[in-house]
């Protein structure tokens, strides 16, 4: 099972594991538009997955508050009498980010934030975004989606503006909290289409560098570089199919400012020969001689900041 949440056409679509359609559902998502920071009240975008299902068996319009029942059944006199009240009613789908830096971890993640997809007054429209960053539905529909769902299935948030790779959130991140993310990039552009031997790829430098991560709005990483302590950009990688795209040149803009920020006044890359090009455009000069790394010839190159 996967769920995609439309924000733009505020529509929740449920598909089997063969990815056909099984159900559609209006929904209402925040009315302060997308976003993941805590404190914000939007909606978070991006992978996430069930973490809990909470509320089984309750009365249609049964009322929770911090996750459990009240007692009471939502009315339209309990709606006059409490007219601010941000109803949580009948189910609740507790959702858990799945992309480090993103929606997973810190000051972004969703789970920490208690975003969930929850049934809302019947009174309450759907197909606009009125929620405080929750996915309201239909006291009837988030019912029949909460018996059609496990933990563990994948909900993908969609944002309005998913077909631009211009839009893919860069994030900042450690190598202990982005490892699998990172590693997958490299793996696929510096061993399996460079020929760079796996053992070296990955070395001790990571876990004291700073790393750079875009992810694509599959919830997918699409592009990687990271910043060594000692003033070197390095392991600059896109996915062949995001290429030419504007993401390597997003990425060492990312690493050069984070470089201003601490206050360093050069910068330094090992680039490869064939695309010294892409670093001549941001400013770096080479220096030295060529020479050659792991097979492939390689130019050093510098910036002032």
Same mark, same amino acid.
């Given at each position: 099972?996967?769920?995609?949440?439309?924000?733009? =056409?505020?529509?929740?679509?449920?598909?089997?594991?063969?990815?056909?359609?099984?159900?559609?559902?209006?929904?209402?998502?925040?009315?302060?538009?997308?976003?993941?920071?805590?404190?914000?009240?939007?909606?978070?975008?991006?992978?996430?997955?069930?973490?809990?299902?909470?509320?089984?068996?309750?009365?249609?319009?049964?009322?929770?508050?911090?996750?459990?029942?009240?007692?009471?059944?939502?009315?339209?006199?309990?709606?006059?009498?409490?007219?601010?009240?941000?109803?949580?009613?009948? =189910?609740?789908?507790?959702?858990?980010?799945?992309?480090?830096?993103?929606?997973?971890?810190?000051?972004?993640?969703?789970?920490?934030?208690?975003?969930?997809?929850?049934?809302?007054?019947?009174?309450?429209?759907?197909?606009?975004?009125?929620?405080?960053?929750?996915?309201?539905?239909?006291?009837?529909?988030?019912?029949?989606?909460?018996?059609?769902?496990?933990?563990?299935?994948?909900?993908?948030?969609?944002?309005?503006?998913?077909?631009?790779?211009?839009?893919?959130?860069?994030?900042?991140?450690?190598?202990?909290?982005?490892?699998?993310?990172?590693?997958?990039?490299?793996?696929?552009?510096?061993?399996?289409?460079?020929?760079?031997?796996?053992?070296?790829?990955?070395?001790?430098?990571?876990?004291?560098?700073?790393?750079?991560?875009?992810?694509?709005?599959?919830?997918?990483?699409?592009?990687?570089?990271?910043?060594?302590?000692?003033?070197?950009?390095?392991?600059?990688?896109?996915?062949?199919?995001?290429?030419?795209?504007?993401?390597?040149?997003?990425?060492?803009?990312?690493?050069?400012?984070?470089?201003?920020?601490?206050?360093?006044?050069?910068? =330094?890359?090992?680039?490869?020969?064939?695309?010294?090009?892409?670093?001549?455009?941001?400013?770096?000069?080479?220096?030295?001689?060529?020479?050659?790394?792991?097979?492939?010839?390689?130019?050093?190159?510098?910036?002032?900041?």
């Amino acid at each position: 099972m996967r769920l995609i949440i439309d924000l733009a =056409r505020q529509n929740l679509s449920l598909f089997d594991d063969v990815g056909a359609l099984l159900r559609e559902y209006p929904v209402s998502t925040a009315r302060l538009g997308a976003g993941e920071q805590k404190g914000s009240y939007q909606t978070p975008r991006g992978r996430h997955v069930i973490r809990a299902k909470i509320g089984a068996g309750l009365p249609y319009g049964a009322a929770l508050v911090g996750r459990r029942p009240t007692g009471e059944i939502c009315t339209i006199e309990h709606l006059a009498q409490m007219p601010e009240r941000d109803w949580i009613l009948s =189910r609740i789908l507790w959702l858990s980010g799945s992309q480090p830096g993103f929606n997973q971890l810190g000051n972004c993640d969703t789970m920490a934030r208690y975003i969930y997809i929850h049934g809302t007054p019947d009174e309450e429209p759907m197909g606009v975004p009125q929620s405080h960053g929750c996915i309201r539905m239909r006291n009837a529909d988030v019912i029949d989606l909460f018996e059609r769902v496990s933990v563990g299935t994948e909900v993908l948030i969609v944002p309005e503006n998913a077909a631009d790779p211009a839009s893919f959130p860069l994030v900042q991140l450690e190598w202990r909290k982005g490892r699998a993310a990172l590693s997958s990039i490299r793996q696929t552009v510096f061993v399996e289409e460079q020929g760079v031997p796996a053992e070296i790829e990955l070395d001790s430098a990571d876990a004291g560098a700073t790393h750079f991560l875009i992810w694509d709005w599959q919830g997918r990483p699409a592009a990687c570089a990271r910043l060594l302590a000692e003033g070197k950009v390095g392991r600059m990688a896109v996915l062949p199919q995001w290429r030419g795209q504007g993401l390597g040149e997003r990425l060492l803009q990312a690493v050069m400012q984070e470089a201003k920020m601490r206050g360093w006044f050069e910068l =330094r890359a090992a680039a490869q020969a064939s695309v010294t090009g892409f670093y001549a455009k941001a400013g770096f000069e080479p220096v030295g001689d060529p020479f050659e790394a792991a097979g492939i010839a390689h130019q050093m190159m510098r910036v002032f900041l």
